[in-house]
């Protein structure tokens, strides 16, 4: 995040005065919410809670309402600007809110009347939040129990078709934070009843993005202080008009999911995205693969950088260290090799190497990756290099040298850090149709070069990202960067196979970490 002048002594003076202040009568205010939480479900089993709490106990649920627009109050979200209107369970059983950027998103909560979540299941066990899930029925998902998602999907369809009868389910359909700046991916879970949604839009208009909590960004701490600092937090919430799907949508979810992104994406004025988190990465897909927005390689970039290791052009970085060696190295030649006299630079460095059986990393992939990381290198330099490097020559020698499943998923691990089974789907995919049992090397470059969708891998991804900003259109040769300029922030492409030209351009579209 960057400060204005004279703005650190602002939020420093008014984070000594306000944050102790606020975040004590917020604490206050989310504990007095406990015994209200706990005396709704007393005495309630779990086939009770099974069916819609009774209006009986309707006033431990506007208690808790109370105290938690009292607790964001003290937080400094004095006002919740509203625009439309919320649509009844009858009309939307599903609430979708978007763009999810921070933990105060939970406040949407408030003015839809603290309608159910889905949550892990693990949050039950955290003070006063797990007392907080039971009293307004949340729905509890978890990732070990693999019968889980299966119950989690026929909860949402028995509560989504009810009529009325339970309240409306509230989801965060992309599923994480990110900054707020695109739409991630929607996840289908919220569409697989293939009922009426109605969209809310979540906006901050402040004048710091204080509040943004993402992947790779400010901690929890740290974001609490920055906005609790202010002088106040501006909130907005939309209520957009009732998405009612057509008979396509109905019948696929992933559908469905990804019409109302774009409606909401479009209302937003910010891009609709295939972004998606898997585990605590982004990444976004490419035909069958899934690559990180932010790969491995340009890490360790970083550290050779770091460790003054400057590699040579990459075939002649190789030359040393191909006598006396069978094309495989342990960490101690990997360091001769590379010059790194610092033990745990040199373990950083061998680490991201994929090791066989006795330990040893294959000479080729170190080769190709120095490849890489040499700026002036241009995208059919990597790919040629690829195929010499990794392709066999067939005992019957007919067509050539031939690239190999083996080979070209070893290709794709050590640049992507793909999996075997989407390498493997991709080199079916791209074979498909070929008599040979390999690709020869016009083969390859098609692929690496001028496929519609996966020459985005060579053209982009594996361009160093400031050099990817800062190319040229017609530029032959992109100029000279160091191995660190990975490591500056820069828009990335948006995965889909058909919008290629802009993002060889470098003007893709992005997604970045809160500054």
Not at 126 to 138: C, D, E, K, T
Not at 307 to 324: F, I, Q, T
């Amino acid at each position: 995040m960057r400060f204005e002048k004279g703005d650190n002594l602002k939020f420093y003076l008014l984070g000594v005065l306000l944050f102790p202040l606020r975040f004590l009568l917020a604490t206050i205010f989310l504990f007095l919410m406990w015994p209200f939480a706990v005396l709704r479900v007393i005495g309630l089993t779990e086939e009770d809670l099974q069916q819609p709490i009774t209006h009986r106990r309707r006033f431990f649920h506007h208690a808790i309402r109370v105290l938690s627009r009292l607790m964001f109050f003290a937080s400094g979200f004095y006002r919740i600007k509203i625009k439309g209107q919320r649509a009844s369970s009858l009309e939307a059983p599903i609430l979708l809110a978007a763009p999810h950027s921070t933990f105060f998103d939970t406040l949407v909560l408030v003015p839809c009347d603290l309608p159910p979540v889905v949550s892990r299941v693990e949050n039950l066990c955290i003070p006063v939040i797990g007392a907080l899930l039971r009293f307004n029925q949340s729905i509890l998902v978890s990732r070990h129990d693999p019968s889980s998602r299966k119950k989690v999907v026929e909860e949402v369809k028995k509560r989504a078709t009810s009529r009325g009868k339970w309240p409306q389910v509230l989801f965060y359909p992309e599923g994480t934070t990110a900054n707020g700046k695109v739409l991630l991916k929607f996840k289908p879970g919220a569409f697989i009843a293939g009922v009426p949604v109605q969209p809310i839009l979540i906006r901050y208009p402040n004048k710091l993005p204080a509040t943004t909590w993402t992947w790779k960004g400010n901690g929890v701490f740290k974001v609490l202080w920055l906005s609790m600092s202010q002088l106040y937090l501006n909130v907005e919430y939309e209520f957009l008009p009732v998405y009612h799907p057509n008979e396509a949508e109905k019948a696929d979810p992933s559908l469905y999911a990804s019409g109302v992104q774009r409606v909401m994406a479009g209302a937003l004025g910010i891009p609709a995205t295939d972004y998606e988190l898997i585990g605590d990465m982004p990444v976004s897909p490419i035909g069958q693969l899934k690559v990180a927005l932010e790969l491995g390689l340009w890490e360790l970039g970083k550290i050779l950088k770091k460790a003054r290791c400057l590699p040579m052009m990459a075939e002649s970085s190789g030359e040393p260290c191909k006598e006396g060696t069978d094309g495989k190295l342990s960490k101690e030649e990997f360091a001769d090799c590379l010059n790194l006299t610092d033990s745990t630079t040199a373990s950083k460095a061998f680490s991201y190497f994929h090791k066989d059986a006795g330990g040893c990393v294959d000479l080729r992939e170190i080769i190709l990756v120095l490849a890489v990381l040499d700026a002036v290198r241009r995208a059919e330099d990597i790919a040629e290099l690829a195929f010499k490097l990794f392709a066999e020559t067939p005992q019957v020698d007919k067509n050539g040298p031939c690239l190999y499943e083996e080979g070209f998923s070893a290709i794709l691990r050590c640049l992507l850090g793909t999996p075997l089974p989407e390498s493997s789907k991709v080199f079916a995919e791209i074979c498909e149709g070929i008599s040979a049992a390999g690709l020869s090397k016009a083969g390859f470059l098609n692929f690496s070069l001028h496929h519609p969708c996966y020459r985005q891998i060579f053209r982009y991804y594996l361009q160093p990202p400031a050099r990817a900003k800062k190319r040229r259109p017609h530029s032959p040769r992109p100029e000279p960067l160091t191995a660190t300029a990975a490591s500056i922030s820069t828009p990335w492409p948006n995965g889909t196979c058909t919008q290629t030209t802009s993002l060889e351009n470098g003007r893709g579209l992005g997604h970045h970490k809160a500054d």
